[in-house]
């Protein structure tokens, strides 16, 4: 069981928008920067979003971030069959073992 | 460019050690931390720590705490991430990755290409 909860998967049809939800508390979300990676399968995950609304560069501006209380989101416009992949949220928990945080990940499926 | 490469795949026997290195290039490796996620087949990512590539100073997941040890050789821009007394559930892809910081788990912006390590008797 994550200490972050996102939806097991997503989907929607190429050139809709999708979003992806991660839910937390006060000792993570609610109190720490969140990002996101994207993984396909096979490979190593990639910083997609941090802080939880910056796109490094390289970062599409189709991809965005944003926090709201103790959860976050990741949106994603204009669906392209190249972004079928898994997306996991992160964040900083800082309860008595503070420690990083991963959600379970969420399958983005591109009907 | 940021490269960081890791060693190769290990195959393990249960209660054995196994440490993987990562070699960083492309950047000044002390500005920066490093940060050691495992990925087990079909499942998710977990967080096992990070170090501070500037000081050396470490934070462990608590559920490896007394297994795990990292360190880093600023001489060749490498760290290092040590597992001991290996069981079956250990068997995991590991990543080691960059973390923006170097004085505290942030987000990790450039990642390894992974270490397959298997524990089997």
């Known amino acids: 069981q994550s200490v972050l909860t996102q939806p097991p998967s997503v989907s929607a049809a190429p050139g809709q928008t999708v979003t992806i939800s991660c839910s937390g508390s006060l000792s993570n979300i609610g109190n720490n920067d969140v990002s996101w990676y994207q993984q396909f399968p096979g490979t190593a995950p990639k910083l997609l979003i941090y802080d939880n609304d910056k796109r490094p560069s390289g970062t599409p501006d189709r991809f965005s971030g944003s926090k709201s209380g103790t959860s976050a989101t990741l949106g994603i416009t204009g669906l392209q069959t190249g972004d079928e992949a898994d997306y996991y949220c992160?964040?900083?928990?800082?309860?008595?073992?503070?420690?990083?945080?991963f959600g379970g990940g969420t399958k983005l499926t591109v009907l | 460019q940021v490269q960081l490469v890791q060693s190769g795949p290990e195959v393990k026997k249960p209660g054995a050690s196994v440490k993987v290195s990562c070699k960083a290039s492309g950047y000044i490796f002390s500005t920066y931390g490093i940060t050691w996620v495992r990925q087990a087949p079909g499942q998710g990512l977990e967080w096992m720590g990070w170090?501070?590539?500037?000081?050396?100073?470490?934070m462990y997941a608590q559920k490896l705490k007394g297994r795990v040890a990292m360190s880093i050789d600023t001489s060749t821009s490498t760290a290092y991430m040590e597992l001991r007394s290996l069981r079956s559930d250990d068997t995991a892809m590991y990543y080691c990755a960059r973390d923006k910081s170097k004085g505290w788990p942030t987000a990790s912006d450039h990642w390894g290409q992974g270490s397959l390590v298997t524990v089997s008797s």
């Open positions: 992160g964040s900083w928990d800082s309860r008595l073992s503070s420690e990083w945080v």
């Open positions: 170090i501070s590539a500037y000081n050396g100073n470490t």
